[in-house]
Nanobody, 123 residues
């Protein structure tokens, strides 16, 4: 069974930095696109950034120049480096991945989500 495990969230002051990690494990044959989403209290989930298997990136206008997404294919891991954090960045951050599962019973492509990690930016 495939799992995405997130880490790196926490409480930081405005202007600070934080690095999130999301590692996929299980019967994985390959991983296509990966991404980060976030959801603030009372708000809908929104896209933060995405990265293809070849390393091409895209990010929301609200985080461009501050957040940087990257991946390590050998470790099946996607990262989100967050700099110049603002209170508006406070949210639960979720990673996402489109994975080719190597399970014998149900092989194929599936979308998986991490459990979420809380990022709080406050003085």
């Amino acid at each position: 069974q495939v799992q995405l495990v997130e880490s790196g969230g926490g409480l930081v002051q405005p202007g600070g930095s934080l690095r999130l990690s999301c590692a996929a494990s299980g019967s994985i044959f390959g991983i296509n696109n990966m991404g980060w989403y976030r959801q603030a209290p009372g708000k809908e989930r929104e896209l933060v950034a995405t990265i293809t298997s070849g390393g091409r990136t895209n990010s929301a206008d609200s985080v461009k120049g501050r957040f940087h997404i990257s991946r390590d294919n050998a470790k099946n891991t996607v990262y989100l480096q967050m700099n110049s954090l603002k209170p508006d960045d406070t949210a639960v951050y979720y990673c996402n991945a489109y994975i080719l599962v190597d399970a014998a019973e149900t092989p194929g492509w599936y979308t998986y989500w991490g459990q979420g990690t809380q990022v709080t930016v406050s003085s």
